[in-house]
């Protein structure tokens, strides 16, 4: 039990985090679930929990990749994990190399929340990893406006 203890309080120093975030390293984002009432089987086939990383922006030109994974509200650490999906951004060649660009991600979590066994949490810890974009140069600035969770 005293392991527990340790693993929330880990996730618990997460706190506030400031948007923008300037996507450089590893960041860990403690998100707020729209509702944390156990939903039926049919409510969840209706409306599936959407996990959105809003206001990407980079550079067209840029080689910009990065994952994405959820954790559960009261354990960290790679068992309590699961990986949620991937950013990848390809060179754009037909455009000018620092032309900025800006989207949105949206990955679907009901099922991860259920494998989890993270459905009646008031919050999920949202990990995104930068991969490497092969250039090693550390240019490709990325930065993200807001993550949050909603029903679609």
Do not use: Y
Request: some cysteine; glycine content about 6%; proline content about 3%.
């Amino acid at each position: 039990m005293a392991e527990r203890k340790t693993l929330t309080a880990k996730k618990k120093s997460v706190g506030v985090t400031e948007f923008p975030i300037i996507l450089d390293k590893t960041v860990k984002v403690l998100v707020k679930r729209p509702n944390t009432k156990s939903r039926s089987k049919e409510e969840k086939e209706e409306k599936e929990e959407i996990l959105v990383i809003n206001g990407i922006e980079l550079e067209t030109g840029a080689l910009v990749k990065f994952d994405v994974f959820i954790n559960d509200e009261d354990e960290v650490g790679p068992e309590s994990s699961e990986f949620a999906g991937s950013f990848t951004n390809m060179p754009h060649i037909h455009r000018r190399k620092d032309e900025k660009m800006k989207t949105c991600l949206k990955l679907g979590i009901t099922d991860l929340l259920e494998d989890l066994d993270a459905e009646d949490d008031d919050d999920v810890l949202v990990t995104i990893v930068p991969r490497d974009s092969g250039r090693g140069k550390g240019k490709d600035v990325v930065t993200i406006e807001s993550i949050q969770i909603e029903f679609d």
